[in-house]
T-cell receptor, first 114, second 114 residues
Framework: DSGVTQTPKHLITATGQRVTLRCSPR?????VYWYQQSLDQGLQFLIQ???????AKGNILERFSAQQFPDLHSELNLSSLELGDSALYFC?????????????FGEGSRLTVL | AQSVSQHNHHVILSEAASLELGCNYS??????LFWYVQYPGQHLQLLLK??????LVKGIKGFEAEFIKSKFSFNLRKPSVQWSDTAEYFC????????????FGSGTRLSIRP
């Protein structure tokens, strides 16, 4: 158990819909990262928050947004869903801003868009 | 843009065989390098990391990796694999100028025949 909790574990929805994925970091970790893993690609970095503020942005689509709340949990919002958004979405956390590279991953939220 | 390449998508070995998984990155400056492992049904976890110093890094479970700067490589090795090493292995790079952005390779699936 990494200490990072992601909900829901599985989600099936239709094209055009909007979903929210939730992540609770390890106790004491201030950074939260979101990654997308699809069948034909590796882990694509989406976005990182540190203590409530956006710190780094990767290949995140405009239809996607995220935030980190005062209690440090984070939510990833995916809207106007397309078939290609079907993927495993991982959240990870770290104590600092990530320089040490040791990220603690959740078990992922598997999104299926039909 | 920085990238990480893992050319072996799926490697199949027998128990006791030696393992080497390739990882190459594209960035000319200082990097921190990592290998993560994802056992079936589990979350990603850190296997080993390189920041500086001895380019031969020892990790958990008998794994090691060698940083060869001139080749932009950080290959993972294990002299004798076990069935329990069946997992997906991800190489990752953290560019010092962007401490928050940890880029992962596409992963190598390792299957060990008992």
């Amino acid at each position: 158990d990494s200490g990072v909790t992601q909900t829901p574990k599985h989600l099936i929805t239709a094209t055009g819909q909007r979903v929210t994925l939730r992540c609770s970091p390890r106790s004491g970790d201030l950074s939260v990262y979101w990654y997308q893993q699809s069948l034909d690609q590796g882990l694509q970095f989406l976005i990182q928050y540190y203590n409530g503020e956006e710190r780094a942005k990767g290949n995140i689509l405009e239809r996607f947004s995220a935030q980190q709340f005062p209690d440090l949990h984070s939510e990833l919002n995916l809207s106007s869903l397309e078939l290609g958004d079907s993927a495993l979405y991982f959240c990870a956390s770290s104590v600092g801003q990530g320089a040490t590279g040791e990220l603690f991953f959740g078990e992922g939220s598997r999104l299926t868009v039909l | 843009a920085q990238s990480v390449s893992q050319h072996n998508h799926h490697v199949i070995l027998s128990e006791a065989a030696s393992l080497e998984l390739g990882c190459n990155y594209s960035y000319g400056g200082t990097v921190n390098l990592f290998w993560y492992v994802q056992y079936p049904g589990q979350h990603l976890q850190l296997l080993l990391k390189y920041f500086s110093g001895d380019p031969l890094v020892k990790g958990i479970k008998g794994f090691e990796a060698e940083f060869i700067k001139s080749k932009f490589s950080f290959n993972l090795r294990k002299p004798s694999v076990q069935w329990s090493d069946t997992a997906e292995y991800f190489c990752a790079v953290n560019v010092n100028s962007s401490a928050s952005k940890i880029i992962f390779g596409s992963g190598t699936r390792l299957s060990i025949r008992p």
